[in-house]
């Protein structure tokens, strides 16, 4: 049994004296982990330090023949066209919309629950984003309130010539699998998937960066294939291949003559429109290649721990819900080769029932004060839970944000964070647990023992403060 704090502080020492490796659980196991076990981290081998050590003896530091192959590796595996590399992903977003021409005059629909740079995008490009909440079992834009929010936005005076979507695969789910299509096509919406967190991700046979017209990566550390920083578009479309690689290079447009010339160090200049520099280096994208190399085994990897999680879930917590077991949305029964994670998320709704987390974030949103003061109680949960894993040598950390959340976002587009509920309640409840190739059987037999543990240590503890309270209350009186 644990102390109160026991497992807290810095120091790691907890309230009874001992050091949390000194405590123990009523089998005399040791109750925290063996070793510091880290949230995310990449993998890198000799193979990668060799190819980023021999670009950098090459002298050709950008726009090489290093880029040249990372496009080309991450194209084939997606099986797109073209792959058009950028500094980031965030770059990435930037010039899929300015290729697509949106800008000011346009409005976007996102999801509420992501990362600040798919918003943040969208505003940099002048067009007015509009959030849409998200589906509680899938964690990505819900159809019904992305149509709600195309036409209230186009009954608030919006363009409809003007309409984009940017669905967010999230964690390597895939975003409107089944009625995004049809609802673009029906509404000539222009569709740029923000996949830059599910690099990797398959569903219905087809993989991230196939799943929208054009779609972005992100290759920073956390991402499954990294390339330090880095980011990638992919498209089937030549013209917008040719306008991304434009405007990524300072919006120069060479034709094969001047590419011949400039090569040969002659006098013609490309013609130039309004672009940017968000080139990749040559060492990040030899890194991005040298990873690619190895694409099967760091998603085996990723997919294995997920697998193992899954299994040892089902005997966890049950006010805690493992992600639904799916790459495409709710209803999908993928094979384990589906299964790729760039996170895996754990969200504490109270229940595992299909449909309590709709019915907590609906009565939430309604401001019933049942639901109000649940919601309040596993959000405490989760935060309590997520340190004392961190004092027990466990990184767990909230894997996204809820754009409503976020002063800026309420000022700029006047909204409130009850007005998204299930975002809002995902980002006060979800935490996502270690997930990389180091993370071992046991790492994960001892995460899942802590989790089932550690609340069960703060009940027994609350009970005993409250026993020693109501005594002392008797003794004063
Ligand atoms: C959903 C989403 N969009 C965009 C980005 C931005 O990618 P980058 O950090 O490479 O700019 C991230 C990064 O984590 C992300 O998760």
């Known amino acids: 049994m644990l102390a109160r704090g026991g497992l807290r502080g810095a120091a790691g020492v907890s309230a009874t004296g001992t050091s949390p490796s000194e405590e123990k659980d009523e089998t005399g196991e040791p109750l925290i982990a063996r070793k510091q076990i880290k949230h995310a981290q990449p993998w890198l081998t000799q193979a990668e330090e060799d190819a980023v050590a021999s670009t950098v003896a090459s002298g050709r530091l950008t726009m090489g023949p290093a880029t040249k192959e990372f496009e080309a590796s991450v194209a084939a595996f997606a099986g797109r066209t073209h792959a058009v ?13 300015a290729a697509k021409g949106v800008g000011p005059g346009w409005t976007v629909v996102l999801p509420a629950y992501t990362w600040v740079a798919t918003y943040n995008a969208v505003v940099l490009a002048g067009a007015t984003p509009v959030l849409a909440d998200v589906d509680p079992l899938a964690y990505t834009i819900d159809p019904a309130a992305t149509v709600a929010a195309l036409d209230s936005a186009v009954t608030g005076g919006a363009d409809p010539g003007k309409m984009a979507i940017m669905p967010v695969h999230m964690f390597g789910y895939r975003a409107g699998a089944g009625w995004l299509p049809d609802l673009a096509r029906e509404r000539d919406l222009t569709v740029i998937g923000d996949g830059c967190c599910s690099f990797g991700g398959i569903a219905g046979g087809e993989r991230c960066g196939a799943w929208s017209p054009l779609e972005a990566f992100s290759f920073h550390p956390r991402k499954v294939v990294t390339a330090g920083e880095g980011g990638m578009l992919l498209t089937d479309d030549d013209e917008v291949a040719a306008k991304l690689r434009a405007l990524r290079d300072h919006g120069a447009h060479r034709s094969a003559e001047q590419r011949r010339q400039t090569g040969a160090g002659g006098p013609m200049v490309p013609e130039f429109e309004l672009g940017y520099n968000f080139r990749i280096t040559e060492m990040q994208a030899a890194l991005g290649a040298a990873q690619m190399l190895r694409i099967g085994e760091l998603l085996r990897a990723r997919r294995d721990v997920g697998l193992r999680y899954d299994e040892l879930l089902v005997d ?28 895996y998320p754990v969200t504490l709704w109270g229940s595992r029932a299909d449909d309590a987390p709709a019915k907590l974030a609906a009565s939430w949103a309604d401001g019933d004060a049942a639901a109000v003061a649940k919601a309040d109680k596993l959000g405490a949960w989760r ?43 995902l980002a006060r409840l979800t935490f996502s647990l270690p997930l990389h190739h180091e993370v071992t059987w046991d790492d994960q037999r001892q995460i899942v023992r802590l989790l089932r543990e550690i609340p069960s240590s703060w009940h027994s503890l609350d009970e005993r403060i409250a026993a020693v309270d109501r005594a002392l209350g008797k003794a004063q009186s």
């Open 316 to 343: 966890g917590p049950a006010w805690l819900r493992p992600p639904p077991r799916l790459a495409g949305g709710p209803g999908a029964e993928p094979d384990g080769d589906d299964r790729i994670l760039t996170f």
């Open 85 to 97: 590399a950028a500094s980031s992903g965030t770059a990435a977003l930037q010039l899929a919309l």
């Open 383 to 425: 935060d309590r839970l997520m340190g004392d894993l961190a004092a027990a040598g466990v990184a767990a950390r909230p894997p996204m944000l809820s754009l409503p959340d976020l002063p800026y976002v309420q000022e700029r587009s006047h909204l409130a964070p009850t007005d998204y509920p299930v975002s809002s309640l």
